[in-house]
Structure formats: structure tokens, C-alpha cells
Nanobody, 121 residues
């Protein structure tokens, strides 16, 4: 049974930083694709970033390029998202996701329960 457990969300002010973590169990991080998605109130869920765990190949949404960094620690089966210079429009529930094998667009099979990020101006 695959489980993804996010942590690190909270309330911050615009311009500050935050780091989200996602611990995976039941799936080996190495060799798979993992990513972060977010859903703001009243909006569709959108992909934020994903990473090919074996090769460190990353992809970012245009809205977060240069501000957010996705990284992983395969020894800890943990995925991270570093959020820098956050903006009020980054306010959302952030979800960790994973799929076996290589990344394929933004398609994911497994999902965490989400962690809330709130950015005030």
C-alpha cells in the first residue's frame, strides 16, 4: 500500500520561504516520478513541479520557476519542495504525488492528503 505523507505547510508572509516534505512508503522513490501539485480555493488542481527520482530531471510550472525548487533524498524516500519569495497567489493546499516509472506529463497515480500553505500580503 502506497502512502504519501506531507508536512511543512503553514502561514507565512509574502516574500518569505517555506519547505514542504513528503515521506513515501510502499513505493521506492528511486526510479519513479514524484511531484507536487496545488489547489487553490475555487480553482482546479495544477502541477507545480515534478522530478525523475533516478536522474534528477525536473519540470516546473511557469508560475513558480525561479522561486520553487523540487528535490529528493532517495535514502530517506523523501521529496521536498522549497518555496522561496512566496506570493499570496501561492496560497493553496499542496499535494505530494507519485507514479511508478518515468514521468509522463503531469499524470500521477498516488496522492497524499495535502498540506495547507497560506501566504498573506
Amino acid at each position: 500500500q502506497v502512502q504519501l505523507v506531507e508536512s511543512g505547510g503553514g502561514s507565512v508572509q509574502a516574500g518569505e520561504s517555506l519547505r514542504l516534505s513528503c515521506v513515501a512508503s510502499g513505493i521506492t522513490a528511486g526510479g519513479n516520478c514524484m511531484g507536487w501539485f496545488r489547489q487553490a480555493p475555487g480553482k482546479e488542481r495544477e502541477g507545480v513541479a515534478h522530478i525523475e527520482m533516478a536522474f534528477d530531471i525536473t519540470k516546473y510550472a511557469d508560475s513558480v520557476k525561479g522561486r520553487f525548487t523540487i528535490s529528493r533524498d532517495n535514502t530517506k524516500n523523501t521529496l521536498y519542495l522549497q518555496l522561496n519569495n512566496v506570493k499570496p497567489e501561492d496560497t493553496a493546499v499542496y499535494y505530494c504525488a507519485a507514479r511508478a516509472g518515468a514521468c509522463s506529463g503531469w499524470d500521477m497515480y498516488y496522492w497524499g492528503q495535502g498540506t495547507q500553505v497560506a501566504v498573506s500580503s
